[in-house]
């Protein structure tokens, strides 16, 4: 089995900062892109950043600049550092991860999501 969980979420004033981070655990033989989305309520779930185990980064438009993206691969977690945060960042965040099992069988995970508020 394997399970991604996410912390750091929460309320903050707008122009504030965020860290979530997202650990993967279970019967992990490798993990290619590590990422997050996220999902505003009556919107569709999108993609925030993702970045592949060669350190190659994706980033929605409209969090360059603002959003950071990193991953410690020994401990398979990736953070998400967020600055300058916007009340139209409000949503709930979900780690994302395309993970190969020690069956050397390849999947697509998903954490539980963790909410972000960011109040005006």
């Known amino acids: 089995q394997v399970q991604l969980v996410e912390s750091g979420g929460g309320l903050v004033q707008a122009g504030g900062s965020l860290r979530l981070s997202c650990v993967a655990s279970?019967?992990?033989?490798?993990?290619?892109?590590m990422g997050w989305y996220r999902q505003a309520p009556g919107k569709q779930r999108e993609l925030v950043a993702a970045?592949?185990?060669?350190?190659?980064?994706n980033y929605a438009e409209s969090v360059k600049g603002r959003f950071t993206i990193s991953r410690d691969n020994a401990k398979n977690t990736v953070y998400l550092q967020m600055n300058s945060l916007r009340p139209e960042d409000t949503a709930v965040y979900y780690c994302?991860?395309?993970?190969?099992?020690?069956?050397?069988?390849?999947?697509?995970?998903w954490g539980q999501g963790t909410q972000v508020t960011v109040s005006s």
């Open positions: 970045m592949t185990s060669g350190g190659r980064i």
């Open positions: 279970g019967s992990i033989f490798s993990i290619d892109v």
């Open positions: 994302n991860a395309d993970i190969t099992t020690v069956w050397r069988l390849t999947y697509d995970y």
